[in-house]
């Protein structure tokens, strides 16, 4: 079975690491400790396993078999089951991963299902070995430091999601970029995602403050979550800008392109009018050469001794008429 870490612990302190799942489910009980089970993209026999062994709830391991959720909590009786969507932004691509995280927490132990590699859930375990204060309180602690986690990696994904923004927006007036509307629709997409992973987060945390109560939570517990809870509240306003600077890029940028194809619409109407104008100019001579170019003997004008003269005359005037009716109206 994947198992990244299981460990049993007594007042906030580790004190074994069992072999197996069994062996988790009676050193918890001979101890009156609490297990924390970290596994790591496990296939659905291990699930029903460990479903098996703690008793969890049949619509809850269905979900977890299932994966794709949207990020909430439930409760089955004395069993709390989370799902996290943990994010990451990758530098290289400039795009945001997702990730999905299921938490089981119970009376007496934590089991985390992780199928990506955020969050580090290790660091997790580490500071919470660090503080037995805090690990001391129980599985509500693992779930709020979890939960903490999560939260902070956020922060980086919302600085390179803004940075990404403010790139476009330098973009925007620029004549060069010709994918900026397939950016601008690519990031708004990853921005609605991100905002579908963190949205649930308050009121999750709202219904745990909740049933703090009831359920006995530390009142220092409390405390922490609270301060999760601002820091998601935060991060929601923050996205919600994201979307609106989005939106509005959107827009500019489309009245934009219109602008520009407007502008070089009127820009080749004008040329057409140039072309057309001294098309209009040549066409006068031509059409006086071209009578009198044609091989007939009965034309008065051809022995006129002024028949030259005036053939010539003709050609000049009409040029200079259309030149000028055509500079009055401006096209040319």
């Keep these: 079975m994947p198992i990244i870490d299981n460990a049993v612990y007594v007042s906030g302190h580790r004190i074994e690491n069992p072999a197996s799942l069994r062996e988790t489910f009676e050193y ?8 924390w089970i970290g596994l790591f993209r496990p296939t659905p026999e291990e699930i029903a396993a460990v479903a098996e062994e703690f008793s969890l709830h049949p619509l809850a391991v269905e979900d977890a078999l299932s994966g794709h959720q949207r990020s909430k909590l439930e409760r089955y009786g004395d ?18 991963e997702f990730g999905e995280l299921h938490v089981f927490v119970g009376p ?8 990506a590699d955020s ?27 979890i939960l903490d986690e999560v939260v902070d990696e956020y922060a ?7 940075n990404d923004i403010d790139e476009i ?20 997409r990853e921005v609605i995602a991100f905002h579908r992973a963190t949205l649930p987060l308050a009121d999750m ?42 939106d509005n890029a959107l827009t500019t940028h489309a009245t934009l392109v219109t602008q520009r194809q407007t502008e070089t619409g009127l820009a080749q109407n004008e040329q057409v009018k140039k072309i057309s104008g001294w ?15 044609m091989n007939f003997d009965h034309m008065p004008e051809l022995h006129w001794v002024a028949g030259y003269p005036l053939a010539l005359g003709l050609m000049v005037a009409t040029s200079v008429t259309l030149w000028a009716v055509f500079r009055r109206k401006q096209w040319l």
């Design 28 to 35: 918890t009980r001979a101890h009156e400790g609490m297990a």
């Design 79 to 96: 069993i709390l089951f989370a799902v996290l969507r943990p994010a990451r932004y990758v530098d290289e691509s400039e795009t945001v």
């Design 108 to 115: 007496d132990f934590v089991v985390t299902i992780r199928h």
């Design 119 to 145: 969050p580090d859930l290790a660091r997790v375990r580490t500071r919470l070995e660090q503080q037995p204060d805090l690990l001391g309180m129980g599985p509500e602690a693992v779930l709020y430091a």
């Design 156 to 162: 980086p994904v919302a600085s390179g999601v803004e």
């Design 169 to 188: 927006e330098d973009a925007l007036f620029s004549q060069g970029d010709t994918h900026l509307s397939q950016r601008i629709y690519e990031l708004a």
């Design 205 to 246: 945390l709202q219904n745990l403050l909740q049933g703090a109560d009831k359920y006995r939570v530390d009142i220092e517990l409390q405390r922490a979550l609270r301060d999760v809870l601002d820091h998601t509240l935060r991060l929601n306003d923050r996205i919600v800008t994201f979307r609106t600077v989005l």
């Design 279 to 293: 098309a209009a100019i040549l066409f006068g001579p031509t059409l006086v050469g071209t009578v009198y170019g």
